[in-house]
């Protein structure tokens, strides 16, 4: 697509709940980010994955969160038992093969745990 | 890990006038990019400048790796520039993100 598309663009779910956030890079890119957004901060890296496979999943704050890119192209972020602190945007950026310029984001998914 | 740090955190201006936001990073790099985050979220990429200097209509940025600083300038604000600026530098696989400086023009 001429863009990365993220979906939904706000998500509310009830503390325990399992929530999947869903991230279209731009079409041909390979290189595919998750960053997360807390109210007042800069955005902070999750994963990055070359293809289908996660290349660095060293942001990944504990087990309960996972992310798969299973075709290379769309990828599925999925948070399990949610926390209030999982509150914040998830943002996607993608890149034509793992180079940082031209590196576009989405409009992000407002997650709410209430 | 690498530490960027942004200032002012936050600033006003009134419509017309110029102001400069500045960036540190704590280790060498060779990439380093501004971003605008709209009011509606959207991180939009201003520059890539991991060195010398960059001119985009009112905006221009200036990165001196050496000493390891950048410099946003802004000339002749407007309404529309208003949101968060981000500075962000590349640390392995990743972009590291300033705090950002939250930028508030009135008209």
């Known amino acids: 697509g001429a863009g990365v598309s993220q979906t939904p663009s706000n998500k509310v779910t009830e503390k325990g709940k399992y929530v999947e956030l869903r991230c279209d890079p731009i079409?041909?890119?390979?290189?595919l980010y998750w960053y997360r957004q807390s109210l007042g901060q800069g955005p902070e890296f999750l994963i990055y994955?070359?293809?289908?496979?996660?290349?660095?999943d060293s942001g990944l704050p504990n087990d309960r969160f996972f992310a798969v890119r299973p075709e290379g192209s769309v990828s599925t972020l999925k948070i399990q038992r949610t926390e209030r602190g999982d509150s914040a945007v998830y943002l996607c950026?993608?890149?034509?093969?793992?180079?940082?310029?031209?590196?576009?984001f989405g409009s992000g998914t407002r997650l709410t745990v209430v | 890990g690498i530490q960027v740090e942004q200032s002012p955190p936050d600033l006003i201006l009134q419509e017309g006038a110029n102001s400069t936001l500045r960036c540190n990073f704590s280790?060498?790099?060779?990439?380093l990019q501004w971003f605008h985050q709209n009011p509606w979220g959207q991180l939009i990429n201003l520059f890539y400048?991991?060195?010398g200097t960059k001119q985009n209509g009112r905006l221009s940025a200036t990165t001196v790796a050496t000493e390891r600083y950048s410099l946003l300038y802004i000339s002749s604000s407007q309404t529309t520039d208003s949101g968060v600026y981000f500075c962000?530098?590349?640390?392995?696989?990743?972009?590291?993100f300033g705090a950002g400086t939250i930028l508030r023009v009135k008209s």
């Open positions: 950026a993608s890149s034509l093969q793992g180079t940082f310029y031209g590196y576009t």
């Open positions: 079409s041909g890119h390979t290189a």
């Open positions: 994955f070359q293809g289908t496979g996660a290349a660095d």
């Open positions: 280790d060498s790099v060779n990439n």
């Open positions: 400048i991991p060195s």
């Open positions: 962000a530098v590349v640390g392995g696989n990743k972009l590291v």
